[in-house]
């Protein structure tokens, strides 16, 4: 018997035409993507399905993907598949909060497109991230302490694979450092700004009050949490890891072995790419990924 979690990317898997042939065949993927519409007033599968540069605005990109993989989670739920730990990677918490019944569809939308807003807005100047390849996590955050300026680690992604971020100049000089300790590579990423980083604290705290508005429903299936890399228990504590989340270290590699050390053998990453599934054979090589991102896809869920 399989113990399955569901998964759900973050932003940067984003594509024109995700989701479409769902919207096109299935009526509860159609429906989520009406919703989203309701919801935000953007008109969501002209975004999403339509040649357009607002894919990949931060403020338009957060609320397409989220959109695209409810309603994947819809086509699935419709199979009576069902996941037992849920999880998502930055923004795909929120993928994760919608399967365990923590946020209404029409909440996580409303919550999602001002999260957008609010990190676009928020954006520094000088600020970057960058990929540091082949060196272990503990000595890059050690590292990061170690440099002057503000720059830590955003992305624990999986073993050879952390990102950093913060101010130019401290990411910069983190990054010779780390060449000098060992790093194979350290990549600077095209990015709009530094994410996950406490450059972003004051929208962290401004989304922390759109967060007051929303309902948290009772967990219905276990979630985990990006900043703790455990599950979370008490829905009283979901709001504040959520508005922590905007600025703190996004724990993913830490996530997956905490489910895999709960029995979870089998990945099923929800949404556009393939980014998870791909991190989930550096992590725990004896379990099994699919992602669903098509609606042949479904046809892999057979269990």
Excluded at 283 to 299: S, T
Aim: hydrophobic share 40%; proline share 3%; with cysteine.
């Amino acid at each position: 018997m399989n113990k399955l979690a569901f998964i759900f990317p973050g932003q940067g898997a984003q594509y024109v035409g995700m989701g479409k042939d769902f919207f096109e065949n299935i009526s509860a993927s159609r429906k989520v993507y009406e919703i989203a519409s309701e919801v935000t007033g953007l008109d969501i599968p002209k975004l999403c399905f339509e040649e357009n540069e607002n894919i990949h605005v931060t403020e338009y990109t957060q609320i397409a993907m989220l959109a695209t993989e409810a309603a994947i989670l819809a086509a699935i739920q419709e199979k009576e598949i069902k996941g037992q730990v849920h999880g998502g990677l930055s923004l795909g918490e929120y993928g994760a909060l919608i399967a365990s019944g923590v946020l209404s569809l029409e909440d996580a939308f409303r919550v999602v497109r001002k999260r957008g807003i609010l990190m676009q807005e928020a954006v520094p100047s000088g600020g970057a991230m960058s990929a540091v390849l082949g060196m272990d996590g503990e000595k890059i955050a050690k590292i990061c302490e170690e440099t002057e300026g503000i720059v830590s680690v955003a992305n624990y992604n999986c073993p050879g694979q952390i990102v950093i971020t913060g101010e130019s100049k401290s990411v910069e000089a983190a990054s010779i450092k780390l060449k000098e300790a060992g790093a194979k590579r350290c990549i600077p990423l095209n990015v709009s700004g530094p994410f996950h980083s406490l450059m972003l604290k004051e929208a962290g705290e401004k989304l922390g009050e759109v967060l007051e508005t929303v309902k948290i429903h009772d967990i219905s299936v276990p979630y985990i949490t990006n900043v703790t890399a455990d599950y979370v228990k008490d829905k009283e504590k979901v709001k504040g890891l959520l508005k922590e989340q905007v600025y703190s270290p996004v724990k993913w590699q830490q996530s997956v072995e905490r489910m895999i050390e709960d029995g979870v053998d089998t990945f099923v990453e929800i949404g556009p790419g393939k980014t998870l599934t791909g991190f989930l054979r550096k992590i725990g090589r004896n379990v099994k990924g699919i992602n669903i991102e098509k609606l042949e896809d479904l046809e892999k869920l057979d269990f």
